[in-house]
């Protein structure tokens, strides 16, 4: 299909990300056709899937619901990848809820980043703006708890890549996963969230900005910031 049909087909998909997505798939067939050839590779899987990150940052493929891969959508993608792990190795001995292992594998010179598949849902399998109020409130507190477990924690591994090594956390200032409300996965029975994916773009830096722009979901993260800030008043008492 040349580009000008992959233009034409994608005019007549509504949603903008879905649409950017299918593009991406698309224009990107033969990186993807060999993406899932070194997949593979790595063993005999049966069900493959592909998924296109957001604003095609990536392309993740899940392999048989047993492990994630997650490919650069532009570049080699090292320096995120290292950076990723350093951060993810640092906070998984501190973190109280399950950070994923990730291994970085070479792809003819791109780094490839593979997780465990983590069963559960997220937020999104909910409704916007319908999420029961007894869900919501476990939510909140377990997320509240972890925000500030990370956010006062200040492990000498990574103390680099802050702005000074020096810097020093405060109320909602600190290390932050800072796209936390999408990428926790939570078991459907008992609503526990069993572990937070997706460190990318994680940073030791403001992160009031995460209770405040998100639209569909403000209530949920309403709740996670007064239990958050409560969190915070109950340690400062202490």
């Known amino acids: 299909m040349g580009k000008f049909f992959i233009k034409l087909f994608c005019r007549f ?3 903008r990300t879905t649409r950017n997505r299918v593009r991406f798939l698309l224009d990107n067939r033969t990186y993807v056709n060999k993406c899932i ?3 593979n590779s790595l063993g005999k899987f049966k069900n493959i899937k592909k998924i296109v990150g957001h604003g095609s940052r990536n392309l993740v493929i899940n392999a048989d619901n047993k492990y994630i891969f997650k490919f650069p959508g532009h570049g080699n993608g090292y320096d995120k990848a290292m950076r990723e792990k350093r951060i993810t190795d640092a906070f998984r001995q501190i973190s109280p809820i399950a950070i994923p292992d990730m291994e970085i594998l070479d792809f003819d010179g791109i780094a490839v980043r593979k997780y465990p598949y ?3 849902i997220n937020l999104e399998q909910f409704p916007p703006k319908k999420v029961p109020q ?3 409130s476990k939510i909140a507190k377990q997320l509240a708890k972890f925000l500030y477990i990370i956010g006062t ?3 000498k591994e990574i103390r680099d890549l802050k702005t000074t090594a020096t810097e020093k956390s405060s109320i ?5 996963q800072n796209d936390v409300k999408y990428n926790f996965i939570m078991d459907p029975k008992t609503f526990d969230v069993v572990a937070i994916i997706d460190w990318e773009e994680a940073g030791f830096n403001d992160f009031c900005k995460l209770f405040t722009y998100e639209k569909d979901y403000r209530s949920v993260m309403t709740a996670i910031l007064r239990e958050y800030l409560d969190l915070c008043e109950k340690q400062k008492s202490k």
Do not use: M, T
Not at 172 to 176: E, F, S
């Open 118 to 120: 983590i069963a559960g």
């Open 172 to 176: 909602l200032h600190g290390w932050c």
């Open 37 to 39: 050839k070194f997949v």
């Open 13 to 15: 998909i509504p949603n």
């Open 134 to 136: 007894e869900i919501e």
């Open 153 to 155: 924690s200040d492990p």
